[in-house]
């Protein structure tokens, strides 16, 4: 079952357009959302992060924008940059429960390649 | 500046071998997690550590072990190796003191099962 998912497994823009990445979930509990970056042979690094009591955060080049009544988020990347071709993974949380430890459900990646 | 560190970048193994993944930690950070990363299939939890000698079954934990002796470590076991066990294994790490969720990812290993 899979809670977090990236329908768009590769997403090709030009230098300098935007790029949008989507992903859906399932889970009604998860109230914290992440966006990872990763290039080949590097682990994944945190990009930017928003929480269920917010539907927009900002942070440069990146916004993130989440729709909880379509369990919807997505993160726009303007202008792109040949720098940003990488895969990019949403991830959520579930941490009102108190017990989570922080663990993270991924979903399965989108990679992004911005031509010059 | 934070550091999750792997023993291996790239390991090649038998079937039915014993096999050890280790991560270090140095920030002093209490949780500790191993994926494993698959194409098309994204990054799956095999087990977390909330503590030392604590763990917890993740997503995936058949075929594999862990151990946690020290805070810094978290070790992962493939008891025996078996070919659909090749991938990338990466280890991670948070702290309840920081941004919710915020794991901080070490370089990964690309194992190999022949």
């Known amino acids: 079952d899979q809670q977090v998912k990236q329908n768009s497994p590769s997403l090709s823009v030009q230098e300098g357009r935007i790029s949008i990445l989507n992903c859906d979930y399932t889970n009604s509990m998860f109230d914290y959302f992440l966006w990872y970056k990763k290039y080949p042979a590097e682990g994944p690094t945190f990009l930017i992060s928003?929480?269920?009591?917010?539907d927009k955060n900002e942070d440069g080049r990146f916004t993130v924008f989440l729709n909880k009544s379509a369990k919807h988020l997505s993160l726009h990347i303007v202008p792109s940059q040949p720098g940003d071709s990488a895969v990019y993974f949403c991830a959520a949380s579930d941490n009102a429960g108190g017990t989570s430890y922080g663990k993270l459900t991924f979903g399965q990646g989108t990679i992004l390649t911005v031509h010059p | 500046d934070v550091k999750v560190t792997q023993s291996s970048r790239y390991l090649v193994k038998r079937t039915g071998e014993k096999v050890f993944l280790e991560c270090v930690q140095d920030?002093?950070?209490?949780?500790m997690f191993w994926y494993r990363q698959d194409p098309g299939l994204g990054l799956r939890l095999i087990y977390f550590s909330y503590d030392v000698k604590m763990k917890e079954k993740g997503d995936i934990p058949e075929g594999y072990s862990v151990s946690r002796e020290k805070k810094e470590r978290f070790s992962l076991i493939l008891e025996s190796a078996s070919t659909n066990q090749t991938s990338m294994y990466l280890c991670?790490?948070?702290?309840?003191?920081?941004?919710?969720?915020?794991?901080?990812f070490g370089p990964g290993t690309r194992l190999t099962v022949t």
């Open positions: 920030m002093d950070h209490e949780n």
């Open positions: 991670a790490s948070s702290t309840h003191r920081g941004p919710l969720g915020e794991q901080y």
């Open positions: 928003i929480s269920s009591i917010k």
